[in-house]
């Protein structure tokens, strides 16, 4: 299995811990990365107004580039994720923005439609198979309860990313219990944590994220995991006990790869 | 000034979908924030009340986390629509959302380049 990975900006900063973790997994999974030499960041966030283009072409190019090579881009961060999907799903379907696209980048080749955006969660449930996943892992996390975190960004919109039923997800619950832990189901767990509004009144994130924390720990979690370097930053800033890990992190220290 | 058929056309939302039934209100994690709620949005904009909108602090407090998106049944999706007044209205001339000047105040040593970056992309042209 070999991928395209795009670990994006706050990777390479911030959030070093869910990339360097999902790469030594991803080794001992026997999943290929092949990091593109000079990416650019992805946007951010997706536009939602049909008129911007502009700022959907650096996810263009990653995906042109993926084109050529493995045909699958291979994400982590729940914002690229989003991005890539998205600007993804209007290159193959939206008519309007692949003319302006096109039009504008006048790639040597076309595109060819067939490249897939996919999450690490969906390559080791689709791809690796949480039973096999389950059967590498020597340290696992038996009785602990962990509640799985999803936010916003990586089931919305459903239509779109498909990556699991956006009001009753099971993926990361079944990745808790391929690493041996208990999934704890709590009713925000796809709610939004403030997400971007934090640079707008950080108050709204420490309710929005407040929330989210006081109800996994309502119902007996442990420890929470996340896919989103911003969420982790949210829900941290609501506390010194938030208990919150990427869920990478988790993958590692069960499959024995954690250095103490 | 946006008008009417300008941000329906953006934002691609049909408001005359809507039967006011206020499920995406009240699904929406930041309603208490709001002024105007993300079915009055859908109900203003088939009004024309594009001013008034554009106006309101409740334009940016939207998160676009698409709750409302997911659970409307009728698939009008509010949150395309608020997208896009917010994006009409920032585009106007000085009316940048998120100053360069105030962005040192807001970040700090923990917070992931992709706060910025989104931020940037929501707040500004
Ligand atoms: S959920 Fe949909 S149909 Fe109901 S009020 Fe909101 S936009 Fe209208
Ligand atoms: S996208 Fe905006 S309006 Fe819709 S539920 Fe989320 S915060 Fe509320």
Sequence with gaps: MTYTYFPGCTLRTKAKDLDHYLRISAEKLGMELIEPADWQCCGGAYSNAKDEIANKLSSVRIIMDADKNTGKVLTVCSACHNVLKRVNDDLKNDENFAFKVNNYMKPEVPYSGNVEVIHFLEALRDEVGFDKLASMVVKPFTGKKIAAYYGCLLLRPGKVMAMDDPENPVIMENFIKAIGGTPVIYARRNECCGGYAVMEDPAIAAKRSGAIIENAKDMGADLMVTACPLCMYNLKKTGPDTGIYYFTELLAEALGLKED | ?125
């Excluded at chain 2, 309603?31 to 008034?52: A, L, N, R, S, T």
């Design chain 2, 1 to 125: 000034m946006a008008d009417k058929e300008q941000i329906i056309r953006i934002s691609g939302v049909n408001p005359l979908k809507c039967m006011k039934c206020g499920k995406c209100t009240a699904t929406c994690p930041n309603y208490d924030e709001m002024e105007y709620h993300p079915h009055q949005f859908v109900y203003m904009v088939e009004h024309g009340e594009i001013d008034k909108l554009m106006a309101s602090e409740s334009v940016y407090k939207c998160l676009t986390c698409f709750a409302c998106v997911e659970r409307c049944p009728r698939g009008v999706e509010p949150a395309k629509l608020i997208e896009a007044i917010r994006t009409e209205a920032v585009r106007r001339q000085g009316c940048n959302r998120l100053k360069a000047d105030d962005i040192p105040a807001r970040i700090d040593d923990d917070m992931p380049g992709q706060a910025l970056m989104m931020a940037t992309r929501k707040y500004t042209r």
